[in-house]
């Protein structure tokens, strides 16, 4: 029974952490069981990684198990109940007694090997395991999440966890409407259409609440009054209400202005907590919260997120028809620089307007191809390391999910530790990203219905302005384009001769004997940092 396959994966997790009283909060997105962690040192990740269900482990804010699209939707709800069942037993501690963690790294973790002179690829010995390799990429994560825990990266990362909640339903209703698309061209079942359109178009429609009610929760208000200042935005009565000399219109300002009223929904509420009495809180707050938010939305809100919103749109539009190539270049190549720095939050807004605006983002496809360079960088890593077979198990296992857009096991197993191959990966991604930058360029635009997946998971999101089959086509392309130069930059100039000899040795240690000829590379390893998550949104897993 599936319902017994997905509670043993949560029985089998349970302990590992530490127990249900070792737990602070249960989360999941599009790929990973989000945790709050009480006492990390009671965390297990090697015993966690080993799990068959387990793609890898992310430490971020919260501590992330990777299980893959699908499978965490259904196993978070029996975690759940078992951390309901078990709810103050003590927390489980490890079997044995682990010496302190190196700071660098996060307590649990294997002690990573001593650093060599050039920082970003593994230690200089002959025997570099994919345990190793884990190790160094988990003490990378952990010096550059030190300088990502600045106050204007944390509000982002605030912004994301508004918008990760909504994606389950962005990628149903985006789906749905792709069916409805396909049999209004087909001139199939004309009665059941206009229910399809009803189904994707609703949640849309409403998109503005939901913004404003995890706005409210997320910064500390009462969720519901957040929602309330934000419906304001979609009510179809403020067509009689003027501001800046101008009707207003329903959804005028969508997502962003949602956000903006229930932020400031918040602060109001926080004020009236302070100054009004207990007695009559129950009245006056959510009153003069919601009087005073609704009407600087109405008068002020709505019309500035609106311009925004607009010249998000143009902006993207422009910048695609008229440097496609170029700007596909610069955005799937520095996509994961861009999410190592914690910047790529911010760009959920942007794809969730875009959305609401046009129906697609048309820059979520090009981000996507930063995974598929990744992908090609890890097959060519595999074919240049024959005797390594620690490494090239972690790629085999690790493959799967990354083509459907899972990239945390490959950047932080593989990728990322060994230094240059995630730079040659960042080149496959650019050079994806410029191919479908230059058809957008051209005219056919290819765009998403939802954010959260990419990879292999995004074909059935496609949308764009030309006939669905050229905008596959052209995603797919893309995608190929992505794992081949990705492949040929890693297979070509991703080692120097001698870090190829030692990493290419049996597992006792022994070099190959005949080590494949060299080629003309760089010298030296290239010095990276840790991103975070490729899948979201997104992404980018995005999650």
Sequence with gaps: ???????????????????????????????????????????????????????????????????????????????????????????????????????????????????????????????????????????????????????????????????????????????????????????????????????????????????????????????????????????????HISAFSQHLSPGQGGVLGALAAALL??????????????????????????????????????????????????????????????????????????VMLGLHQALIPLHTTLIEQQGYTVLLPILAMAGAGQVGAAIAVYLRLPRNRSIRRTIKSALPAGFLGVGEPLIYGVSLPLGRPFITACLGGGAGGAFVGLFNQLGDAVGSTAIGPSGWALFPLVKGNQPLATTLVVYALGLAVGYLVGFLATYFFGFGKQLRTELNADPDGTPASTPTPATTTAPGPTTTSSPTTLGAPGGVGTH
Excluded at 41 to 53: G, I, R, T, Y
Excluded at 89 to 116: D, K, N, R, S
Excluded at 184 to 201: D, E
């Design 265 to 338: 929904a918040v602060q109001v509420e926080k004020q009236c907590r302070k100054a009004v009495p207990e007695a009559l809180d129950v009245l006056v707050t959510p009153t003069v919260t919601v009087l005073v938010t609704g009407l600087v939305t109405l008068f002020g809100l709505m019309y500035v997120a609106g311009e925004v919103a607009t010249a998000i749109g143009t902006g993207a539009n422009w910048l695609l028809a008229h440097g496609g190539a170029f700007a596909g270049l610069v955005l799937g190549g520095l996509f994961l620089p861009l």
């Design 1 to 239: 029974m599936p319902e017994d396959k997905n509670r043993a994966i949560a029985a089998a997790l349970l302990p590992l952490v530490g127990g249900a009283g070792n737990l602070t909060s249960i989360a999941h997105c599009m790929t990973r069981l989000r945790l709050g962690i009480q006492d990390r040192s009671l965390v297990q990740d090697e015993a966690l990684k080993a799990l068959p269900a387990v793609m890898g482990v992310v430490e971020d804010d919260t501590y992330q198990i990777v299980l893959g699209p699908g499978t965490v939707a259904r196993v978070t709800p029996e975690f759940e109940r078992l951390v309901a069942e078990s709810r103050g037993t003590p927390p489980v501690p490890e079997p044995e007694a682990a010496a302190p963690a190196p700071a660098t790294a996060p307590a649990g973790a294997p002690p990573a090997p001593t650093p060599p002179a050039t920082a970003g690829a593994p230690a200089s010995d002959a025997s570099t395991t994919a345990d190793e390799l884990a190790a160094h990429g988990a003490a990378l994560k952990a010096r550059q999440k030190s300088r990502n825990a600045t106050p204007v990266k944390l509000f982002l990362r605030r912004i994301a966890n508004i918008f990760v909640p909504l994606i389950p339903a962005l990628i149903g209703c985006g789906i749905i409407a792709g069916i409805n698309g396909l049999l209004t061209n087909l001139g199939q079942l004309p009665s059941v259409v206009p229910a399809l359109a009803a189904m994707a178009s609703g949640f849309m429609s409403l998109i503005a609440v939901f913004v404003g009610y995890n706005t409210a929760k997320e910064f500390g208000g009462t969720p519901i009054l957040g929602g309330a200042v934000a419906a304001v935005i979609v009510f179809p009565g403020v067509t």
